[in-house]
Each structure stands twice: as C-alpha cells, then as structure tokens.
C-alpha cells in the first residue's frame, strides 16, 4: 500500500543553521509535492509545490528539492528564525483528487 | 480575495448526540472542499472530500456524513457521536482538481464527553 514517511521526533536546530526535512514515500511515483506547515492550534499553511520533473524549488528561505529515484523529498529552510518553529507537513499526489498528508515533523528553532 | 470560515470554534458534546458542523467558502466558485481530521499529536486524516454540489466522496467508513447543499458550503454532520470523533476537524478547499494547493480554515475543536 502507499506510504508516506516523515521523521516523528523533533528536529532541534540553533537560530542561524539550515533545518532539512525529509519525507519518504513507498509504492507510488507521485507527479507533484506539496510541503505545508502547520502551527498548534492552526490549519496547515500551503508553502511549496514541486514537480516530478523539477529538481529543486526555491521560496525566499525555503528549499525543496523531489528525487522520484529514491523516492524522497527534502524541505530546507536557511537560516533558520525562532519563528520558523511549527509542524512542516509533507503531501505527495497519491493519483487522487485530494491530497494525503504525511504525519508532519516538528522543528524547534532555539534562540 | 479568498477567505474560509469555519464554525463553530470550539465544541463539547457528550457520547451520543448529533454533530453539524460548517464551512463556507468567499471568493471563489466551483471550489474543491475537503473535511480532514486530526487527533492530538497526530497527523491530518481526509474524511471526505467534494468536487461539486451534491458530489461527496468518502475516504473513511464512519458514524460521519457530509453534504454540500450549495456551491461554496460543506457540512460535517453524525448522527450520534462517538468518544472517538473527539479531535481537530478541519475544512479545506482547492481550485485545481489535481496538483492544486489546498487553503485550511481555522479549525473546529471538537471534545466527545
């Protein structure tokens, strides 16, 4: 069945270092992947779409880059801010029309 | 712009009772919407989803049910509650069928007693 893997513990980084996120998926090849980021309390925040044919995405800070051979894509955030601090939730097209979220990393920037 | 609205916030039902809750969408027409659920510490669990009026498509068999009598409103109902329904229930919506980034409302809190 498919699967979508993101890495359960928080990730505890100093303000100023780049923060990289992973999110693994098995037994698909999605056409696109959209990384959100979702605050206590808060609906999740759309922040990236990445193709199968692109390799890396860029946004100000954020970096995302899909790899459809090892089935991976990693999310990274430069420079990293106390504010950058939240659940970062990854979803990959399963060949639906809805999307199905991956269970999120928490990242913890400290001061 | 686009806005979503979700009610209510917050909510305490005990074991049993019937559930509605709402979301409505500004700004937009013919919008894909969405009915997610998330436990405490948990990720987001699609409950339903719908590209049209009247068209509802279920993700998970369950005691919940969902409608959408107009364009831009998407109700999350139950019959009778269960201690499980307890959790943070989301309303989402989307332009694009496929590929299209999805827009969240604010969430209701829903507490089962």
């Known amino acids: 069945s498919q699967k979508i893997e993101q890495n359960s513990e928080a990730l505890n980084i100093q303000e100023g270092k780049t923060a990289t996120l992973t999110c693994n998926y098995t037994?698909?090849?999605?056409?696109?992947l959209q990384w959100y980021r979702q605050d206590p309390g808060r609906g999740p925040v759309f922040l990236l779409l990445i193709r199968e044919n692109e390799k890396e995405k860029r946004k100000e800070r954020l970096k995302v880059t899909f790899d459809t051979t090892l089935k991976q894509s990693l999310f990274h955030i430069t420079a990293s801010q106390p504010a950058d601090s939240a659940t970062y939730l990854c979803?990959?097209?399963?060949?639906?029309?809805?999307?199905?979220f991956g269970s999120g990393t928490r990242l913890q920037v400290q001061p | 712009s686009q806005t979503i609205h979700q009610w209510p916030a917050t909510l305490v039902q005990p074991v049993g009772s019937p559930l509605s809750l709402e979301c409505t969408v500004e700004?937009?027409?013919?919008?894909?919407l969405y009915w997610y659920r998330q436990a405490a510490g948990r990720g987001l669990q699609l409950l339903f989803y719908s590209v049209g009026i009247g068209q509802i498509s279920s993700e998970v068999p369950q005691n919940l049910s969902a409608s959408r009598p107009q364009d831009r409103q998407f109700i999350l109902s139950s019959k009778k509650l269960l201690l499980s329904d307890s959790g943070f229930y989301l309303c989402a919506w989307s332009q694009v069928a496929e590929g299209g980034e999805q827009y969240f409302g604010p969430g209701t809190r829903l507490t089962v007693t």
């Open positions: 700004g937009t027409s013919n919008p894909n």
């Open positions: 037994n698909y090849s999605p056409a696109y």
């Open positions: 979803a990959p097209d399963t060949g639906r029309r809805a999307l199905t």
